[in-house]
């Protein structure tokens, strides 16, 4: 049995064997890493290894799992740090992204909530790494005389807050920066809800990006709005939320 390729079937058990705590077989061997060779070669290979003391048969007629002198074989010769260092990274990069695109939408979830308890009107956010906008407030609003006198009104800005996909095209449109925009009843790009006013800013949270604003009827306090609303954004830039 060549060295090379009693390296490459103990890595093979003890690899296999980490995955899945199952003893491991010949066949497993050749069908998951492709050894060129039969399966009676594979066994007894196996047979050299765990004479040799690296494996051993934790059960009559069971494939073999590695011994402690197979493991320390394993650590100071066989296994790949180098490709473990890049798979580590790599792992870590994308749970690192992961954390900070669930932090930046808890944060963004605690403005809006601030920002809705602030006005009278309703809140809301788009959402960062992620085709949502989150709403608070769409009850009180609701509440408001202009929708409880008029439930069709009130019917109307419900499908459109709802349509999601169509709300953030519409949003789209909108030309947003860090100065609030305020647009008035038919100059809103939101179409079915010319009824509503709506206020928009820019906001930027740990390199995430998006909208954040106030809508409600046009019967709204448009000056005390702003002011909240830019102050609720920047305390979410600050990292204060």
Known sequence: ???????????????????????VGSKT???TYNFKVSPATVRNDMADLEEAGLIMQPHTSAG???????????VDELADFSMAQTLAHKTLDSLLHQHR???????VHEAVALLSQASPNMAFATIPDNNR?????????LRQPEFMDAPLKASQVMEVI??????????????????????IGEENALQGIESCSIIL???????YEGIIG????????????????????????AKQI
């Open 29 to 31: 061997i050749i069908l």
């Open 133 to 141: 906008t989150f709403f608070m407030g769409f009850s009180k609003m």
């Open 101 to 107: 695109s669930e932090n930046a939408k808890q944060r």
């Open 162 to 183: 709802e349509d999601q996909s169509h709300f953030l095209s519409s949003l789209g449109k909108i030309e947003v920066d860090s100065e609030p925009k305020i647009l």
């Open 201 to 207: 800013t820019h906001y930027t949270y740990d390199g």
């Open 1 to 23: 049995m060549s060295d090379d390729r009693k390296n490459q079937i103990l890595s093979a058990i003890i690899e296999h064997f980490v995955q899945t705590a199952e003893p």
């Open 64 to 74: 073999r799992v590695p011994t402690d002198k197979g493991y320390r074989l394993y």
């Open 214 to 237: 106030i809508l409600g009827p046009k019967r709204m306090p448009y000056a005390y709005n702003t002011a909240v609303l830019t102050q609720v954004r920047d305390l979410l830039e």
